[in-house]
Every structure is written in C-alpha cells, then in structure tokens.
C-alpha cells in the first residue's frame, strides 16, 4: 500500500507513470508475480496511468470526473438499455 500526496495541484499523467513504475519494480524486485491492483481517483486517471498500467499487468479501479460528454454517453447508454 503507498500514497501519493501532491500540493495543492493535480499531478500530471508523467509524473503519476513515474511514480508507479518505480513502485511496482520494487513490489515486483520482492515478489515478481503478485498481482498489484491499483484504486486511485479520477486525478490519476489519464491516458499515460492507463497505458501504464495494462503495459505492466497492474489491474486498476480508477475513478472518473463527471464532464459533460461522460453524462451524454451515460445518458445514451441508458436510454438504449431502458426498453
């Protein structure tokens, strides 16, 4: 288990990477085929974290922010699943 606090900023999707791989080569440096699971909010949720993660087997559950465009999509989905 580890935690990432940052200041008053979000960090960016590189930075989130870097840390990661260094966290899992040393997870890994002790116990190679454990299956890491990463929980992390919707900061953490970008494209560079997600390549990452399925490059590397690391699963994860990360939140997403509401926008404008996931409501619409949700709201699609919704709809075609009602009837």
Same mark, same amino acid.
């Given at each position: 288990?580890?935690? *990432? @606090? %940052? ?7 590189? =930075? $989130?990477?870097? &840390?990661? !791989? ?14 890491? *699971? @990463? %929980? ?7 494209? =560079? $974290?997600?390549? &990452?993660? !399925? ?14 465009? *996931?409501? %619409? ?11």
């Amino acid at each position: 288990m580890a935690a *990432l @606090l %940052r200041p008053a900023r979000r960090s960016t999707g590189q =930075e $989130v990477r870097g &840390f990661l !791989r260094r966290l899992v080569r040393e997870i890994r440096g002790y116990w190679p085929r454990v299956e890491i *699971l @990463l %929980r992390a909010d919707s900061h953490y949720c970008a494209p =560079e $974290v997600l390549d &990452f993660c !399925r490059a590397d087997r690391v699963d994860f559950i990360l939140g997403v922010a509401s926008t404008t465009t *996931l409501r %619409r999509h949700v709201e699609a989905l919704e709809r075609s699943t009602a009837a």
